[in-house]
């Protein structure tokens, strides 16, 4: 027989996240998550439930009744979003300008949508009219669109879409995970019929809830799709076009347990629940659009820090997202290796990026509880340092002053 050793308790190493997400929690959120837990249908929890849904409304600055959480990460709201609004066969749109922009595409094929897709260049994003003209094109059911893409770091303006999308008959969902709270979100003001979202970006949490919200239309929907559960509701025919291809993320199980009738569906995650009840709180109780105007500030100073390292910034800048930045690896250093420095020695985690930008750009964000000046500052700092020992000639404090400056309105 072998012994098993049996590991420690968990110790995490102290880590300043300040790649493109995940990253450090506000401390309050991690206290909240160690509260005791309580049976689902406790008055407590209950309770819990509908402050939660009170405090995401404000925070997608919305009236949507169904605004309530899908237990899993983001994707599991965009998958429950996708799945349960679209049918087999339904026309679904997806301009895509990043790796995101695949995912919904690939979500909605798995929901056997007929997708089509019109795609920009990385570092680009979309005008209203090129948008609309694939609607003309396609006359789509469902048009599905990220706002924040962190992989290119590009913040697609949505102000015009909902518009577009009315006047064509089109539901609207975009996938607001990178951008929810640190970018300007109107879910209402904007005609958004679905949004989803995550707290391990702008919203200061770990991964593992996903934030959502329903307008009336995408409701009706959603409820008009047949319902099956053994035993408990009208029997539906699995075969029929119209069932929603999921148990866990049937939305409308979800809202019906959620909604006053609390019917039994999943168990609410109840901890995940408690940390993203803390992170609305948390961001709502600091402002709206103070949060928002901190991420931008925060976002402006590190990119001030990364032009005064000499570092080149990749994408159309004037629709960068707050909250993330990607810099170009300079010639010569290995962007992996300086990565590893900065996390071995600094204790700070940068991003690496994926496809086209594969090696050959860096992603750091400024997010959340991390979107603070003692974040930024430090950051820089460590990257210089970095960078000169893999051998790059940087100018001494130029990022820190030059974030520094910026923080003291010069
Ligand atoms: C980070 C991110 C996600 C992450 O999805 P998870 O399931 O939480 O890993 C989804 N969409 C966008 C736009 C993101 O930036």
Redesign the pocket.
């Known amino acids: 027989m072998t012994t098993s050793v049996i590991p420690g308790p968990i110790d995490p190493p102290a880590r300043l996240l300040m790649g493109?997400?995940p990253i450090s929690a506000y401390p309050s959120v991690l206290r909240a998550m160690s509260a005791p837990l309580v049976g689902q249908y406790d008055p407590f929890m209950t309770a819990a439930m509908a402050e939660t849904q009170e405090l995401y409304r404000q925070v997608w600055a919305t009236r949507n009744e169904a605004t309530v959480l899908v237990d899993?990460?983001?994707?599991?709201g965009?998958e429950a979003a996708i799945t349960s609004l679209v049918r087999p066969g339904d026309r679904v749109l997806v301009p895509i300008f990043g790796r995101?922009g695949h995912?919904l595409a690939e979500i909605a094929e798995r929901a056997m949508a007929e997708v089509h897709t019109i795609e920009t260049e990385w570092g680009q994003v979309f005008t209203p009219s090129a948008v609309e003209e694939a609607i003309v094109r396609v006359q789509p059911t469902l048009l599905a669109l990220?706002?924040?893409?962190?992989?290119t770091t590009m913040n697609q303006p949505l102000g015009e879409i909902g518009e577009i999308c009315r006047r064509h008959g089109v539901l609207f969902y975009s996938?607001?995970?990178?951008?929810l709270g640190g970018n300007d979100f109107e879910a209402d003001a904007w005609g958004l019929d679905a949004a989803t979202a995550?707290l391990?970006?702008c919203l200061g949490g770990p991964?593992g809830s996903?934030p959502i919200t329903l307008s009336d239309r995408a409701v009706e929907v959603i409820t008009s799709r047949k319902k099956v559960e053994a035993g408990i509701r009208e029997p539906g025919d699995p075969s029929a076009p119209d069932f929603v291809r999921s148990n866990y993320f049937d939305l409308g199980m979800i809202l019906d347990y959620w909604g006053p009738r609390r019917l039994n569906h999943h168990t609410e995650a109840t901890s995940m629940l408690y940390g993203a009840r803390e992170c609305a709180r948390v961001l709502l109780l600091e402002g709206r659009q103070q949060v928002i105007d901190r991420h931008r500030l925060a976002g402006d100073a590190m990119l001030a820090g990364v032009q005064g390292l000499g570092l080149e910034v990749f994408g159309d800048i004037s629709h960068k997202m707050t909250n993330v930045v990607a810099v170009y690896i300079p010639e010569g250093v290995p962007g992996d290796a300086a990565r590893q420095a900065m996390l071995d020695d600094f204790g700070i985690e940068i991003g690496t990026s994926f496809g086209p930008l594969h090696g050959k750009v860096w992603r750091i964000g400024t997010m959340g509880y991390n979107a603070r000046k003692d974040a930024v500052l430090t950051t820089l700092a460590a990257l210089e340092a970095v960078l000169r020992r893999f051998g790059a000639s940087v100018p001494v404090g130029g990022g820190v002053d030059a974030a520094a400056d910026l923080y003291a309105g010069k």
């Open positions: 493109p997400g899993g990460t983001s994707r599991a965009i995101f995912l990220v706002q924040g893409d962190t992989s996938d607001a995970t990178a951008s995550g391990q970006k991964s996903s």
